[in-house]
């Protein structure tokens, strides 16, 4: 909401008060935190050493020692709606993301569009004088909306983010990405040859965005929406990675749930009389 002009207009500018305070950009709050949203897409409950996973994860897991850990929740387990309820905090029908947007139909409820009086974290944020980014993977505007033609009204930019780099759709190449850079398409800075990766382009380019403002403005807050491209298929790990994990997994899905399963009840995620379900027969 605008301040009102508290100055003095008169006839004469030498009997006029100016009132700066209505055209200054909006203040956080004195110490106002910075806030980093991270959103990895198909990451299962027990995928994470800190929720008692095979997958080594430390510096999550640092963070999840001083923070909380939920072991009960509501999901819509699908990337769109639930992007859309992370950052409107509304339910994803009242989204109109009943599907992915790919899957949107012309019913309420399930257009693929976010009604604009659906406020985003992003655009309450900046409104209140926060740096807002947004880097990774968007998948929250429909897929004619995906092109140099259409409007920007559901990109990143136009609902909040004032710096955004990364993808539109539900997923592409993490070698050969399609990537947008604050509204225009722009080719990968290197060659996978040269040891390029799009999770580690996108970590990059939010570390930039933070410097250039901080640089300046070191005490003004940020909002980082970090949402990398992995673990959403296509699956393309890096061979460092890929020799890093071998061998780990190979005694099988059902030695790994087990396994899991123990280390859960240890660590009282789950109660100590949880049993595995049987397996899905039509496979995941």
Same mark, same amino acid.
């Given at each position: 909401m605008g301040k009102p002009f508290r100055g003095?207009?008169?006839?004469?500018?030498?009997?006029?008060?100016?009132?700066?305070?209505?055209f200054e950009p909006p203040q956080a709050p004195a110490d106002a935190p910075n806030v980093v949203y991270v959103v990895l897409d198909d990451v299962g409950f027990s995928a994470m050493r800190c929720y008692g996973g095979p997958i080594e994860t430390p510096n999550i897991d640092? $963070?999840? =020692?001083?923070?909380?850990?939920? +072991?009960?929740?509501?999901?819509?387990?699908?990337?769109? %709606? @639930?992007?859309?309820?992370?950052l409107t905090g509304r339910n994803h029908t009242r989204n109109s993301m009943a599907c992915i947007?790919?899957?949107?139909?012309?019913?309420?409820?399930a257009s693929g569009t976010i009604p604009p009086e659906n406020g985003?974290?992003?655009? $309450?944020? =900046?409104?209140?004088?926060?740096? +807002?980014?947004?880097?990774?993977?968007?998948?929250?505007? %429909? @897929?004619?909306?995906?092109?140099?033609?259409?409007?920007?009204?559901?990109?990143?930019s136009g609902r909040g983010f004032e710096r955004w780099y990364g993808f539109l759709g539900a997923e592409t190449n993490q070698w050969y990405p399609d990537l947008?850079?604050?509204?225009?398409?722009?080719?990968?800075?290197?060659?996978?040859?040269?040891?390029?990766?799009?999770?580690?382009?996108?970590?990059?380019?939010?570390l930039e965005f933070i410097k250039d403002a901080k640089?300046?403005?070191?005490?003004?807050?940020f909002f980082l929406y970090y949402a990398p491209g992995a673990c959403h298929a296509p699956h393309h790990a890096?061979?460092?990675?890929?020799?890093?994990?071998?061998?780990?997994?190979?005694?099988?899905?059902?030695?790994?749930?087990?396994?899991?399963?123990?280390?859960?009840?240890?660590m009282g995620i789950?109660?100590?009389?949880?049993?595995?379900?049987p397996i899905n027969p039509i496979g995941t």
């Open positions: 003095v207009v008169n006839v004469d500018i030498r009997d006029s008060v100016p009132d700066w305070s209505p640092r $963070i999840a =020692a001083k923070g909380v850990r939920y +072991t009960q929740w509501h999901t819509t387990a699908l990337c769109s %709606p @639930t992007r859309s309820c992370l947007t790919e899957a949107a139909i012309g019913f309420p409820n985003m974290l992003s655009e $309450i944020l =900046a409104e209140r004088g926060w740096n +807002t980014y947004m880097v990774g993977k968007w998948h929250l505007c %429909p @897929t004619d909306e995906m092109n140099l033609a259409a409007t920007r009204r559901n990109w990143p947008v850079y604050d509204n225009h398409p722009v080719d990968q800075p290197r060659s996978p040859e040269e040891g390029y990766h799009l999770t580690e382009d996108v970590t990059d380019k939010a640089a300046i403005a070191p005490d003004k807050p890096p061979k460092e990675w890929i020799e890093k994990f071998a061998g780990k997994f190979d005694m099988g899905y059902d030695a790994i749930r087990e396994q899991t399963l123990a280390r859960q009840k240890e789950v109660a100590a009389d949880t049993e595995l379900p």
